[in-house]
Each structure stands twice: as C-alpha cells, then as structure tokens.
C-alpha cells in the first residue's frame, strides 16, 4: 500500500507561482511513475505532468513552459512548479502513483492517489 501526501497549494494572483509536493511513503519509490492531476469543480480529472523514476517528463500542453515536474528519490518526494499561473488553473491537485516505470497520461493507469491540495488563483 502507498501513501501519498500532498502539500503546497494555496490562494495566488494570477502571474505568481507555487510550488506543489507530494511526500510518498513507500520502500521501492524506484518502482513507481508519478503524475499530477487536477479536477476543476464539475469536470473530469485531468492529466498535468508526469515522471518516471529515472526522470522522464510529459505535461499537458495547457501547463508546458510553465510547470515543471521533478522528484527527489531520496526523500519520495515528487514536486510540481506552477509559474505565471492562469485563473484557469484553479482546481483540486493530486499526486498519484503508478506501479510502473512507464508514465502515463491516463487517470485509470494509476495505482494510488493522494487526496489532493487545492490551488486557487484568482485575476
């Protein structure tokens, strides 16, 4: 069983920028993809980043050029940097987990997931 813990979101004008974290307790990090998603009040959960163990990356193209994902095996810990941030990236942030090495796009390839930190940013 894996657990994830988000952290970092919060209330930002628009142009500013926060940093998301999502702390994993699990012994083989090495052995999971992680992603983040966001879902917007209403909508279905959407794919943002992901990154395999050895630091592959994709993004969504909404949020390429403004966010980066990276991750930390040492500490479990996967981060999202959200730049110039857009109102319309407020929403719901999970982290989640995929047993593995390949990232993926899809929601349902995923394993486990946090309960997620909210983002707001308003005009």
């Known amino acids: 069983q894996v657990q994830l813990l988000e952290s970092g979101g919060g209330l930002v004008q628009a142009g500013g920028s926060l940093r998301l974290s999502c702390a994993a307790s699990v012994r083989t990090f090495s052995r999971y993809a992680m992603g983040w998603f966001r879902q917007a009040p209403g909508k279905e959960r959407d794919f943002v980043a992901a990154i395999t163990y050895i630091g592959i990356t994709k993004y969504a193209d909404s949020v390429k050029g403004r966010f980066t994902i990276s991750r930390d095996n040492i500490k479990n810990t996967v981060y999202l940097q959200m730049n110039n941030l857009k109102p319309e990236d407020t929403a719901l942030y999970y982290c989640?987990?995929?047993?593995?090495?390949?990232?993926?796009?899809?929601?349902?390839?995923?394993?486990?997931w946090g309960q997620g930190t909210q983002v707001t940013v308003y005009s």
């Open positions: 989640a987990a995929r047993q593995m090495f390949a990232l993926s796009t899809t929601a349902s390839d995923y394993d486990f």
